[in-house]
């Protein structure tokens, strides 16, 4: 087996709101290794992006906490550190490409300063080398002629050329673990495609790890190599793709699938789920699903269901596998 | 294959994007567009103009004026505009133009500072402050309230007031009066920019340098600051003009300046009791003071129509 990078156990964040406590993520668990893209499916609110904060650390604190879990960094815990072991390890060791390429990037720098700026604070470059460096960051991201945008502002680039500049930038001091914030949503569809295959093509090359958050399952299936998704703060179903794409174990996976159109004409109407999603505040009991389910059994409505594995490297949580019955 | 047309089509549009070269082309540009955006607004432009002439006139003032503002002539006392004096004379036969001009030039130095010194202390506040939060903000922000409930005009009396007490003279009871405008101006700024980056925190941008590795400090004044600096732009012109006339009004309470200097204020004062034979010699000071403050709250209110976002179109 190869070596893990990133291993969550039992990560839960949770936000003090002066309307009430609000978990928005519920015992994560998971790991990813060395080179690998691991794959965070779900729906709006469902905790991906919480997720990803907290391994970065960037729950504010108040009113976010983590009351229980670790984040294993190659093997020491994030959680633990020190501000300034966070600092040296953010951008050097784990880096963020985040949604909107727009606000992400200051607006009254170029884009030259904004990415040799992480390099002279982070690598100790020279002015000079960190110029360089920015030009050769451009191009291998694929920014035509890198020496003649470099002193561009933001508002200068397209939808497309922003997320480069920003997979740029998160690249810029060789970090071994990449976590990409729903990249490709804001941009429209050729250039989604475009950039996806950049940034799996970048971690393909530079031998990177990447958490790759999403809601876009044709996403997943095309730029990841395992898959959880979370479905109201829990991870629910965590499995190889492929695994998850033949065999999908838990009802909202299922759901989830059958409300992708199809090329091959299969069925005549999507499937959409019923329901939407739960309050957050005032969650329902035992399973968060049981709502929406077809499948829901009183058991459901007692008891959160634990992830179990269903086949080797597959795992579910749902009550319906505890008789036996996909 | 949709990929790779994709890509085609992104490089394309970069290609026909502006070429854009040095940092000195850059430069002009920036200068350039500055000129182009200010003549948006005729109040700026307006502004501008006079603001020109008024800082060249308080440059050039030892090389326009030919009799020293402090030296007495009585043999010419209380004349009217005439050749050799080109705005007449005052009561101890000072050229009333070369006294303006220098008057001028010190009230409008003294304005710089205070502005100046209240911009370099209120804003590091204000932008820590909003930025930080929670209680440092708390606290911080009611000692600013506590300033402002202290009325200005009072604080500047007693600053005056104390320093002729303890018999600060000269330059340093200039610096005094300095101390004192800019530390009266500060919580405003420090207020102004606290909230303008309380809206800015919030931004993607400032959780993406923290996600590569900068810390506090450096996110607070390096990346916030310049994206907040155009409110405190307005707000510090305008002040300008405010200034001006706290010092104008200061000395002609007889509290700011001692007599000889040249001072619009007290200039104005002094005439008053010529008010019936010679009325020209207390206009005058009364309206390079109205021409001064105009020119600040002209440019003022112009910058904030052009820096407003709102009110951009294009």
């Not at chain 1, 009351?67 to 633990?80: A, H, Q, W």
């Amino acid at each position: 087996m190869a070596e893990t990078v990133l291993e969550l156990d039992d990560l839960t964040v949770r936000f003090h709101l002066r309307r009430g406590d609000l978990t928005a993520v519920d015992g994560a668990s998971f790991s990813i290794e060395r080179g690998q893209t691991f794959g965070l499916v779900g729906e709006s609110g469902s905790g991906k992006s919480v997720t990803a904060k907290a391994i970065m650390r960037l729950i504010p604190a108040p009113p976010g906490e983590i009351p229980r879990g670790r984040v294993l960094f190659e093997g020491s815990n994030i959680l633990d550190k020190s501000d300034a072991e966070m600092r040296a390890l953010r951008g050097r060791r784990i880096a963020m490409v985040f949604q909107e390429p727009m606000s992400a990037l200051n607006p009254v720098f170029t884009v030259c300063d904004q990415i040799s700026d992480a390099l002279r604070t982070n690598l100790g470059l020279s002015k000079k080398e960190a110029r360089e460096r920015v030009v050769e960051l451009l191009s291998l991201v694929g920014i035509p002629s890198p020496q003649k945008r470099l002193d561009s502002y933001v508002h200068e680039f397209s939808g497309g050329m922003r997320q480069r500049v920003m997979l740029a930038m998160a690249l810029s001091c060789n970090p071994n673990f990449l976590i990409a914030d729903e990249p490709t949503t804001a941009l429209d569809v050729t250039i989604q495609a475009t950039i996806l295959e950049l940034i799996t093509g970048m971690i393909e090359r530079l031998g990177m790890s990447l958490l790759f958050i999403t809601h876009n399952l044709g996403v997943v299936a095309h730029a990841c190599d395992r898959v959880g998704v979370m479905y109201a703060s829990h991870i629910v179903e965590l499995g190889d793709k492929r695994e998850i794409f033949a065999r999908p174990q838990h009802p909202y996976t299922v759901g989830l699938l059958n409300s992708i159109p199809r090329l091959d004409g299969q069925a005549k109407y999507l499937t959409p789920i019923a329901g939407s999603v739960c309050n957050m505040m005032d969650p329902p009991t035992g399973c968060k699903f049981h709502p929406r389910c077809s499948h829901a059994m009183d058991v459901c409505r007692r008891e959160i269901p634990r992830l179990k594995e269903i086949a080797p490297g597959h795992l579910a949580a749902c009550h319906l596998h505890d008789r036996g019955t996909a | 294959m949709t990929e790779i047309q994709a890509d085609k089509l992104a490089e394309l549009q970069a290609v026909r994007a502006p070429a854009i070269g040095g940092r000195l082309a850059r430069w002009r540009m920036a200068l350039g567009n500055a000129w182009h955006e200010l003549r948006k607004s005729r109040t700026a432009s307006i502004g501008a103009v006079m603001l020109v002439l008024l800082f060249g006139a308080c440059i050039a003032t030892p090389w326009i004026t030919t009799y020293d503002p402090i030296k007495q002539n009585y043999r010419e006392r209380l004349q009217p505009p005439s050749e050799k004096h080109l705005l007449g004379t005052d009561r101890m036969g000072r050229d009333i133009y070369t006294r303006l001009l220098y008057g001028g030039r010190r009230l409008v130095a003294i304005a710089l500072l205070a502005v100046t010194f209240g911009l370099s202390v209120g804003i590091p506040y204000g932008v820590l402050s909003g930025y930080f939060g929670g209680k440092v903000d708390t606290v911080a922000m009611r000692f600013i309230d506590g300033l402002l409930a202290f009325p200005g005009l009072l604080f500047y009396l007693l600053v005056v007031t104390l320093a002729r007490e303890w018999k600060i003279e000269g330059i340093a009871n200039d610096a005094v009066l300095v101390f004192a405008l800019g530390f009266a101006f500060m919580p405003e700024v420090a207020r102004l920019s606290r909230g303008t980056v309380l809206a800015e925190k919030q931004k993607e941008y400032v959780e993406a340098s923290r996600a590569v590795g900068d810390g506090s400090l450096s996110i607070a004044l390096r990346q916030i600051l310049p994206n907040i600096i155009s409110p405190l732009i307005v707000n510090a012109t305008v002040r300008l003009g405010y200034v001006i006339l706290i010092v104008a009004a200061l000395s002609f309470l007889g509290l700011g300046t001692p007599p000889p200097t040249p001072d619009w204020g007290s200039d104005l004062a002094a005439a008053r009791d010529y008010m019936e034979t010679a009325p020209l010699i207390a206009a005058f000071p009364g309206l390079a003071i109205c021409y001064t403050v105009l020119a600040f709250n002209l440019f003022g209110d112009g910058l904030r129509d052009i820096l407003d976002p709102r009110l951009a179109e294009r």
